[in-house]
């Protein structure tokens, strides 16, 4: 077999250089600590984006609430606020002490951004705002609208006329795609998603019932981002998963209400009262805006981790190299084949691995096996039920606090301080698919779950 090279080296001097590349390239999983998170003090002061860009976005959501209650009924007792509850799951914690030999300590709590509404995923924070965003624009621009309006104005004339006028189009593995077609389409933009081939089936049909034009791709997401990149025409509006400040700042806005919910659950956040969050990362966006809100708002007491699947490290990969989006894990012979289909992404966003960077505490790597014996754990222990890729951040504690490598990020805390911490999992999807879907995505949990843990 012939050697390529990667950016000048062969793939044997990458791994003599980063040893941990080793594990990676061996699909095995790893917890890796990033060498170059700084205090987020320091990390601010390079920071393209501020808490203001936070509290901007925020305040965009809150005028759309009201025409957001008005088209989403199921908005209205939250005021058109699309947020997700924040759960304690104790059966499940207690399980874990257990797999992990005592070694995690604290509480754990899961964000169900499964259930958020409108679209059912993480996606429909970053996406919706995204949408809202340029809707508000071409509004202001075109017509008369005004930020003290009530912007439920938005679903009449002549804003639908306007919004008919214009299209809306995205690449996605599936979830971005109905954040934005469905609101796209709610507020009568012509909007088009290119699917990756890993998007679900039962996604595409539910997109063309609301009048969304889906096209197909026997490729993978950087593929079908490509091609809706290059058919975009004048009046489209791309939604630019890989590039896109809008998307990452609607992520961000999690962490401001994250900070209220975990007040009132009488959750404690500061040095003596570390914060672990665990995020599911494909192209970056989500985890991302997230991750960045959360160190903005918690600054050093929140430690935020990635969780990619093994088949498709491509932000880790990034970081560790250096070369961000300047590599895809196909070049390092990884096949980007996985189940858990929101996170099948072969290489980052180089827009969020520079940012997030400095603000990033780590990565872990899971197995489809991983994720599906979660699966089932999560169903039968607490009856959530969420799709492959949301049970990624699931491992996340088993990592941090039972492999060598977790254990030295450890070493900075006391024993009473992780007595006193919180690790929240961020279940990034599942809230709409159809039941049938998840009864074989719990069929093969009980199948991975018979066969002995693997070495
Ligand atoms: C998209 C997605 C993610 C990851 O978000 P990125 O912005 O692609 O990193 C995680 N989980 C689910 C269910 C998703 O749909």
Redesign the pocket.
């Known amino acids: 077999m012939r050697e390529s090279e990667v950016w000048g080296k062969t793939r044997d001097q990458w791994i003599r250089e980063l040893p941990a590349l080793k594990d990676l390239v061996k699909l095995k999983e790893t917890f890796w600590e990033n060498p170059a998170l700084l205090p987020t003090a320091v990390a601010l002061k390079t920071s393209p984006l501020t808490m203001d860009d936070i509290l901007d976005a925020e305040a965009r959501l809150k005028r759309f609430a009201p025409m957001i209650a008005a088209a989403f009924p199921e908005t209205a007792a939250a005021g058109g606020i699309i947020e997700s509850p924040l759960k304690s799951i104790p059966s499940y914690a207690s399980r874990l002490r257990m797999l992990t030999d005592r070694g995690f300590t604290g509480s754990l709590m899961v964000k169900c951004d499964s259930h958020l509404p409108v679209s059912g995923?993480?996606?429909a924070r970053g996406g919706i705002y995204e949408v809202l965003h340029h809707a508000e624009s071409l509004a202001m621009t075109m017509e008369d609208l005004k930020e003290t309006d009530n912007y439920t104005r938005l679903l009449e004339e002549p804003f639908r006329s306007l919004f008919s006028r214009h299209e809306l189009a995205v690449g996605s593995t599936g979830?971005?795609g109905l954040s934005i077609g469905i609101m796209g389409a709610r507020l009568g933009f012509r909007t088009t998603v290119h699917m990756s081939r890993d998007a679900r089936q039962w996604k595409k049909d539910l997109l063309r019932g609301r009048g969304v034009t889906v096209l197909e791709y026997d490729g993978d997401y950087s593929l079908a981002v490509e091609e809706g990149r290059k058919s975009a025409g004048e009046n489209c509006h791309f939604v630019d998963?890989e590039n896109s400040t809008e998307l990452f700042l609607g992520y961000a806005t999690a962490a401001l209400r994250l900070k209220g919910q975990l007040e009132k659950a009488g959750q404690r956040v500061d040095s003596d009262h570390p914060l672990f969050v665990y995020l599911?990362?494909?192209?970056?966006?989500?985890?991302g805006g997230v991750a960045f809100g959360l160190k903005l708002v918690f600054g050093d007491a929140v430690h935020c981790f990635f969780a990619e699947p093994t088949h498709s490290p491509c932000m880790l990969l990034g970081l560790m190299t250096g070369c961000h989006d300047k590599v895809s894990v196909q070049d390092f012979g990884i096949d980007n084949i996985t189940s858990a289909d929101?996170?099948a992404?072969g290489r980052a966003s180089g827009f969020v691995g520079k940012t997030i960077e400095p603000f990033l505490s780590g990565c872990c790597t899971v197995s489809d096996e991983t994720l599906f014996r979660r699966l089932k754990l999560l169903t039968d222990l607490e009856d959530l039920s969420l799709?492959p890729?949301?049970l990624a951040g699931f491992t996340g504690p088993e990592m941090l606090t039972a492999t060598k490598e977790g254990r030295s990020y450890l070493t900075r805390f006391t024993p009473e301080n992780l007595t006193r911490a919180t690790h929240i999992a961020w279940a990034?999807?599942g809230g709409m698919v159809p039941e049938e879907e998840m009864k074989g995505y719990y069929k093969r949990a009980e199948k991975q779950s018979a066969l002995p843990v693997p070495e």
């Open positions: 995923s993480i996606k979830n971005l998963d599911p990362c494909g192209v970056g966006g989500g985890p929101g996170l992404v799709e890729s949301a990034t999807g």
